[in-house]
């Protein structure tokens, strides 16, 4: 098989696989006192803290959850919640248009059922990079506090988003700042001021069912989960200990980000091969500051229904930037926000390459890509 699908998941590392070996042998609970119990508790506080390097963040702010959409679930709803508690309500979550389900359907979810909390989008510009001048605007007017969400980098397309101009003026407004840095987290420093951060084990190589919510001090959050006040009473239930062991060690490994320029250096060759073999394909958000894992691209005549089908039965995983339902297949939001029209973005293919992709990756999905646009546009001239 070829696997380049890493922002879907990334298969699990080496060294994520023997930490689990090591944690699952341990047999304790990481809220016992005795000696098993303290051994969890050390494997549970050394993740912490490696997650935590890998965030730029204090150990203490970091509460594991069950992944990404737990976090992000926990941020938006703690979020909200604490601030009522705290009499400092907020009324309206301005969210990014190409963010992910997870943060879409939370703040929809919450405008739907908490009276008084209502939802907004920030539109990102052709190139998928939030409109930061519309936000400002949509800051300045109108009234109460507000929780603004907007991604590091998307997951579809890989395009960065220039966080320190968005944390400045959330800051400026007085407001709140969630950032879903699942696909970021190393891959690109996360040096930005967010009150709210969230990360997934399983796009780093760590287990599926691992994640953080990083919470800067004062931020307000109510637990989602009470239970034996684990995770400093934010997320409650027996840690998920090889998980998180697994999340450490990947987390370790993914800080120095030393194996990025391979990636990108892969990624590029591929790309400049598109251009050069197909010069009417369009790579989404080409144009932008992007992951260099990510390449999100179309070639003109031939669908993403057809080309899954197609790389699939040469051994190749990618993703299609479409959502196919009922029968009909529909252009991702995020390439719509974009303005892309549905005939383009209805032939979004996504390659994302990761930590044990190689130089004849490149090759075979380019062979495949070959073959399958030759017969597409053979049918089309026959
Ligand atoms: N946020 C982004 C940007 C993602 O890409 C994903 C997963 O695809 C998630 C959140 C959800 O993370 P998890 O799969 O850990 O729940």
Redesign the pocket.
Same mark, same amino acid.
């Given at each position: 098989m070829i696997y380049l699908d890493h *922002? &879907?998941t990334s298969p699990l590392r080496p060294e994520a696989l023997a930490a689990v070996t090591r944690a699952s042998a341990i047999g304790g609970n990481p809220s016992s006192v005795h000696a098993q119990g303290r051994a969890a508790r050390a494997v549970v506080e050394d993740a912490r803290e490696a997650v935590a390097k890998l965030a730029g963040a204090r150990a203490q702010d970091v509460i594991f959850t069950s /992944? /990404?959409?737990?976090a *992000?679930a926990l941020a938006l709803y703690g979020a909200v919640y604490g601030a009522l508690e705290a009499e400092a309500r907020i009324t309206r979550i301005f969210v990014s248009a190409i963010e !992910?389900p &997870?943060v879409l359907a939370n703040a929809a979810a919450i405008a739907e059922r908490i009276a008084g909390v209502r939802t907004a989008e920030i539109p990102v510009t052709a190139d998928g990079i939030v409109d930061v001048e519309a936000l400002r605007v949509m800051l300045r007017e109108g009234k109460g506090r507000t929780l603004v969400c907007v991604?590091a980098a998307n *997951?579809e397309t890989g395009v960065i988003q220039p966080l320190d101009q968005i944390a400045k003026h959330v800051r400026d407004a007085g407001a709140l700042l969630l950032v879903?840095a $699942?696909?970021t987290a190393g891959k690109i420093p996360l040096a930005f001021d967010a009150d709210y951060l $969230?990360i997934?084990g !399983?796009?780093i190589g760590a287990l599926e069912g691992t /994640?953080a919510l990083i919470v800067k001090e004062g931020a307000p959050l109510s637990p989602l989960v009470s239970g034996g006040g684990q995770e400093r009473g934010k997320r409650g239930g027996t840690q998920n200990l090889a998980g998180i062991a697994s999340f450490g060690a990947a987390a370790a490994v993914a800080a120095s980000r030393a194996d990025i320029p391979r990636q990108t250096g892969l990624r590029d060759r591929f790309e400049s091969e598109i251009a050069r073999r197909w010069p009417e394909a369009v790579v989404f958000g080409a144009k932008a500051p992007r992951l260099g894992n990510t390449s999100n691209f179309a070639i003109p005549g031939v669908t993403a229904e057809t080309a899954m089908m197609a790389l699939d039965l040469d051994g190749i995983c990618v993703s299609s930037g479409a959502a196919c339902s009922s029968g009909k297949v529909h252009a991702s939001h995020v390439l719509k926000a974009m303005g892309l029209s549905d005939e383009i973005a209805g032939g979004a293919l996504r390659a994302s390459f990761g930590w044990n992709s190689e130089s004849s990756d490149v090759d075979a999905v380019l062979a495949s890509l070959d073959k399958l646009v030759s017969r597409a546009r053979s049918r089309v001239a026959a």
């Open positions: *922002n &879907a /992944g /990404g959409t737990e *992000n !992910h &997870a991604m *997951n879903d $699942v696909q $969230v997934s !399983h796009k /994640g």
